[in-house]
């Protein structure tokens, strides 16, 4: 039986950097992955690599150049003609992108001294892992700790089953070979939102069919406005408190049935991508007697610290409680081999960043300003629009604002929201202002080159206290 210090199953963004950072901490590690290709291949990197984050990153990127090339090139000047989208070289691009990216997964692991297996894991008893290996052929490994990084998998739709060409998820969506003429995208999540603006761009009719009757609630009231207001620029029909009951399939397409405070009504489309959220993957992960247990939701139960509660056993990223995020999964990742090597790590829940990749993208951290007014704490809100940067201007973007929430009683900068260019890189300042716990005169006094983008934030927090140089 091979002994390991730490075994980690699932090498997606929660799973690897808990291998690497194990193996930096000179730990004995195997790191067990099961991703299958649809080609039959195994790649390091779960969903995020493979079939996730940076795919829908490529796709975004490529679709909103045709996008730009055919409404902004002229603005700037330029004369182009006809765009034609060879959308073969395109997702060619993608798989080319998403290999290389896997790979050097599989080569970090080496580097950090992890032995990489692929195949499946099962935690056993006892501190035993069943490993299943490509061939079949299975193995009983040991370890002093284990640590569950198995992720999560979308949620189907009872009455749309998933068939991967008509009915899709986030994956099959990503990987269409033609652009659909009618699609139809169930849920105005994150996911909805990334790839009905991909498809979009690329020329379908996209209708979103939306349950709530709120959009990206989780956001804050004002984003939320601003964000609509883009994707229906963009042409996305989106319906809200639309809730999909059925469909049927004909040869005209799909005849998507919901129904809206109007009553029963329908729509027929080509394609279907189902993004009506994911659920913790924990499918034959560890048997009875493991000590693991599950939550209601299916997510596997741990303390702040990411332990089960079984002696030495960890589970991290979407597998458990908390929003399902590769950055908030990575950290978790690599607090757990930290504490295994005996050194003091946490993970700061209050400072995670929540970026949608729209175009304008939104991006925020900490609380929204209903969450705020809720708590009952006064507080001040300073903002700033992208309309007045010059920077964003040169850039045709300037649309969205910038806006800060914070106390007014020890000035503490509490939440920050950003909708406009680059507003997943802008975040990264707010929320290292949030995690050294800075005050929103701290931000004031900090300098920001000029021209850029940044400087909206800075702005911001002027116009907290009604001192913004830039806009009255
Ligand atoms: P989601 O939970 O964000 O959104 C799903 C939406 O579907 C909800 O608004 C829900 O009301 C709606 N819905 C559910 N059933 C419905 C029905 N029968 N008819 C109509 N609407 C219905 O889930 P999503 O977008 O699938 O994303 C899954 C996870 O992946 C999320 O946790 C998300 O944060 C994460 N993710 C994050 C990304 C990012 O950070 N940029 C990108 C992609 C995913």
């Not at 996209?206 to 804050?220: G, Q």
């Not at 040869?251 to 009553?263: F, R, S």
């Not at 690599?334 to 003091?344: H, N, P």
Request: hydrophobic share 40%; aromatic share 6%; with cysteine.
């Amino acid at each position: 039986m091979s002994e390991y210090d730490v075994i980690v199953i699932g090498g997606g963004p929660a799973g690897y950097p808990c291998a690497i950072r194990a193996g930096q901490h000179k730990l004995k590690v195997a790191c067990i992955d099961e991703w299958r290709n649809k080609d039959g291949s195994y790649a390091f990197g779960g969903t995020c690599l493979n079939a996730g984050c940076i795919p829908s990153k490529v796709m975004l990127e490529s679709s909103e150049l045709v996008h730009r090339a055919q409404h902004e090139f002229a603005v700037h000047g330029i004369k182009v003609g006809k765009i034609d989208v060879d959308l073969a070289a395109m997702q060619k691009r993608r798989a080319q992108i998403v290999k290389q990216s896997t790979l050097g997964i599989a080569a970090l692991l080496k580097g950090a001294g992890v032995t990489a297996l692929q195949g499946h894991g099962k935690l056993l008893s006892g501190n035993r892992v069943e490993f299943t290996g490509k061939d079949g052929k299975q193995e009983i490994l040991s370890a002093r700790h284990v640590v569950l990084a198995a992720g999560s998998q979308p949620t189907p739709l009872k009455s749309l089953p998933f068939d991967g060409k008509r009915i899709v998820d986030s994956w099959g969506a990503l990987e269409f070979d033609q652009v659909p003429v009618r699609l139809g995208v169930i849920g105005a999540g994150v996911i909805g939102l990334e790839l009905g603006s991909v498809w979009r761009r690329l020329g379908s009719e996209v209708v979103v069919l939306e349950a709530l009757d709120s959009f990206l609630p989780m956001t804050d009231g004002a984003v939320s406005k601003e964000a609509l207001k883009h994707f229906k620029k963009l042409g996305l029909d989106i319906r809200l408190g639309a809730k999909v009951g059925g469909a049927q399939q004909s040869a005209q397409g799909i005849t998507l049935q919901y129904t809206d405070a109007k009553g029963e009504q329908s729509v027929i489309v080509d394609k279907v991508v189902v993004a009506i959220g994911r659920r913790p993957y924990s499918q034959d992960l560890f048997e009875e007697g493991s000590g693991v247990r599950l939550d209601e939701r299916g997510c596997v139960e741990v303390d702040d610290e990411c332990r089960t509660g079984a002696p030495g056993i960890w589970a991290v990223g979407d597998l458990v409680r908390g929003p399902m995020l590769a950055h908030k999964g990575k950290e978790e990742g690599v607090m757990v081999a930290d504490l295994i090597a005996g050194k003091v790590a946490e993970v700061n829940y209050k400072t995670i960043p929540s970026v949608i990749y729209s175009t304008p993208e939104i991006a925020w951290v900490g609380r929204t300003e209903e969450e705020v007014k809720r708590s009952g704490r006064p507080y001040k809100v300073g903002s700033f629009p992208f309309m007045a940067s010059g920077r964003a201007r040169a850039m045709e973007a300037g649309v969205g604002f910038c806006k800060l929430i914070s106390a007014r009683d020890d000035d503490e900068i509490l939440g920050v929201h950003i909708i406009g260019p680059m507003a997943g890189e802008l975040i990264a300042e707010a929320v290292l202002a949030l995690e050294y716990s800075a005050s929103t005169e701290d931000l004031q006094r900090t300098m920001h080159a000029h021209p850029t983008l940044s400087e909206a934030l800075h702005e911001a927090a002027l116009s907290a206290d009604k001192i913004a140089i830039d806009f009255p």
